[in-house]
């Protein structure tokens, strides 16, 4: 069965400056991987998938993730953080590509960006 | 983009009753939704994989018999809480995809049982 993992409860970051939220995973056969975000009082919305293609993803907002097959990792990232940024990140693996095919998120991320 | 919208946004009842809680797809059809639970600063919780016609999937640990889901049209699932008591109270929220990629979701439906 697949499982994600996100080792950080919460992440700090003062703005402007880089970020990482960490996601790694476990899947038996091939990956397909999101970031969703859920801002206070509203719903989740996506961020961005890596199904297959370059390890890169780049998603809204100026985030991207990055691919690691041998680390099995996914980790969330952004070159300047913005107060606007903080919010809950979740990752989200799911094993298989039919629309059946069950995602299953990790624990959640809280991302905290200080002015 | 798509859209999924869920309904009510909150309700209140008392324990012992059911609640009723809708997920539709706006805009696309989905032969399968998704039905999450969200406990306070935790992450989602899958419940159950609603399926078009036939019955749901659910994950290990979820009553069936409490958890009540149907999905009697290809734009339409609903989820509901039978009997419900002050432990069932959470956030649930649907999501649904329209082309086996990115989920959409639901804005969630904040359960009280008082």
């Known amino acids: 069965a697949q499982s994600v993992a996100q080792p950080e409860d919460q992440v700090n970051v003062a703005e402007g400056n880089p970020l990482t939220v960490k996601c790694t995973y476990s899947?038996?056969?091939?990956?397909?991987l999101f970031w969703y975000v859920q801002y206070p009082n509203r719903g989740l919305q996506f961020l961005l998938k890596y199904i297959t293609g370059d390890n890169l993803v780049k998603g809204s907002y100026g985030f991207e993730a990055e691919f690691n097959k041998s680390q099995t990792s996914f980790h969330l990232k952004k070159p300047s953080a913005l107060v606007s940024d903080s919010a809950l990140y979740f990752c989200?693996?799911?094993?298989?590509?039919?629309?059946?095919?069950?995602?299953?998120f990790g624990s959640g991320t809280r991302l905290s960006i200080r002015p | 983009g798509a859209v999924v919208s869920q309904h009510p946004s909150w309700v209140i009842c008392k324990s012992g009753t059911s609640v009723k809680i809708e997920c539709r797809s706006l805009?696309?059809?989905?032969?399968?939704m998704f039905w999450y639970r969200q406990f306070p600063k935790q992450s989602l919780m899958l419940m159950a994989t609603?399926?078009?016609?036939?019955?749901?999937?659910?994950e290990q640990g979820v009553e069936k018999d409490k958890f009540l889901i149907n999905h009697a049209s290809l734009t339409l699932s609903t989820l509901t809480v039978t009997s419900a008591h002050p432990e069932d109270s959470s956030f649930y929220i649907c999501?649904?995809?329209?082309?086996?990629?990115?989920?959409?979701f639901g804005s969630g439906t904040q359960l009280s049982v008082l």
């Open positions: 609603s399926n078009e016609g036939s019955k749901a999937t659910y």
């Open positions: 899947v038996s056969g091939n990956p397909y």
């Open positions: 805009d696309f059809q989905a032969t399968t």
């Open positions: 989200a693996v799911r094993e298989g590509y039919s629309s059946a095919s069950k995602i299953i």
């Open positions: 999501s649904a995809t329209p082309n086996n990629e990115k989920l959409f």
